[in-house]
Nanobody, 128 residues
């Protein structure tokens, strides 16, 4: 049984930092592309960042480039999202997602339908 669990969310002031973590079990972690999505109240879920199984290739939404860094530790089955210079518009529920390498299409990395496994989310609130 595959489980994906996010942690690390919280309340932070604008300009601050947070590091999100996502631990996956029940799958061969290094066979999976991993990604972070977020959904703000009243908005659609959007792709934030994605990382290849090896960590060599990363993708970022324009809105977070230069501020967020995605990484992974395959030995620990853990995905990270380091977030710096946070803005109130970064406030959202952040979700971790996984997709098997063989089924992943990089051109669609920001589409939620590309991913087969999802966590329950961790809330990030950035106050102004």
């Amino acid at each position: 049984q595959v489980q994906v669990v996010e942690s690390g969310g919280g309340l932070v002031q604008a300009g601050g930092s947070l590091r999100l973590s996502c631990t996956a079990s029940g799958l061969s972690f290094d066979d999976y592309v991993m990604a972070w999505f977020r959904q703000a109240p009243g908005k659609e879920r959007e792709g934030v960042s994605c990382i290849s199984w090896s960590g060599d290739t990363t993708y970022y939404a324009d809105s977070v480039k230069g501020r967020f860094t995605i990484s992974r530790d395959n030995a620990k089955n853990t995905l990270y999202l380091q977030m710096k210079s946070l803005k109130p518009e970064d406030t959202a529920m952040y979700y971790c997602a996984a997709q098997r390498n063989a089924e992943f299409r990089s051109g669609s990395w920001r589409e939620d339908y590309e991913y087969g496994y999802w966590g329950q989310g961790t809330q990030v609130i950035v106050s102004s």
